[in-house]
């Protein structure tokens, strides 16, 4: 991977040992959890990260003191920790704090891709759904339920600042939900930018390759098709 780190893993455990002390009451098996955790966690942000196309993420090091990434590698930590040891205790801890530092909405039984970017992320919820690769995320954007119904994302799919993503929704591969557009309950299909309000939606077609030069300052299709 092309991205390090600069504070060591040891450093990086106290940071989030130290923030769990502060809010929580902290339980003698976290730290050998959150330590075994650690490197294969980071491995996973690094993934993330790796794709990003941003001045933040290009300078080559996860930044535990850049809230989107410390958001990101919050959220990576919580639903590994989940998966491996079913610990809900500490899971629901690192939720909780990633809510207090961060002001994101990130459950750790939800299962976002490998690869997703987060984007001053600030009152954002991401519930129930199917996400694709390659989301990106701005602030005040919610994906949820309606009627216990939830949606299916593509690959490359934009969600842009107060944007929702509301019920039983099919987004196609490189869909841009264009600032304050509400869909709800429809199908959306490949290569679009959505504007408005379901069911007044309007929908403009485009080519893949307009979308990814609208969305190029994002990822770096460079690598994104090296690695392919």
Not at 69 to 96: E, H, M, P, V
Not at 135 to 140: H, K, N, P
Not at 148 to 158: C, E, I, S, W
């Amino acid at each position: 991977m092309r991205y390090g780190m600069n504070v060591n893993n040891t450093r990086l455990l106290k940071i989030i040992e130290k923030q769990l002390e502060s809010l929580f009451l902290v339980q003698d098996s976290d730290h050998d959890i959150l330590s075994n955790s650690m490197e294969e966690v980071l491995e996973k942000c690094k993934k993330s990260f790796s794709y990003v196309n941003d001045k933040y993420y290009k300078s080559g090091n996860f930044n535990p003191y850049n809230s989107s990434q410390y958001a990101t590698f919050l959220y990576f930590l919580s639903n590994y920790i989940w998966n491996k040891y079913g610990d809900s205790d500490l899971c629901d801890r690192i939720f909780y704090l990633n809510k207090a530092l961060n002001c994101v909405d990130l459950f750790y039984q939800i299962d976002l891709p490998e690869v997703f970017y987060l984007e001053h992320p600030m009152g954002s919820i991401l519930g129930r759904a199917k996400y694709g690769k390659f989301l990106s995320v701005s602030q005040g954007v919610t994906v949820g339920k309606n009627k216990m119904k939830t949606a299916v994302l593509g690959d490359f799919v934009t969600l842009f600042s107060q944007s929702m993503v509301i019920g039983e929704c099919a987004i196609g591969n490189n869909v841009i939900i264009s600032a304050g557009t509400i869909v709800k309950d429809a199908i959306i299909p490949d290569n679009c930018i959505v504007f408005g309000t379901s069911p007044n939606l309007i929908i403009k077609e485009k080519t893949k390759d307009e979308i990814y030069n609208i969305i190029k300052d994002r990822w770096d299709f460079n690598y994104v098709f090296s690695m392919e």
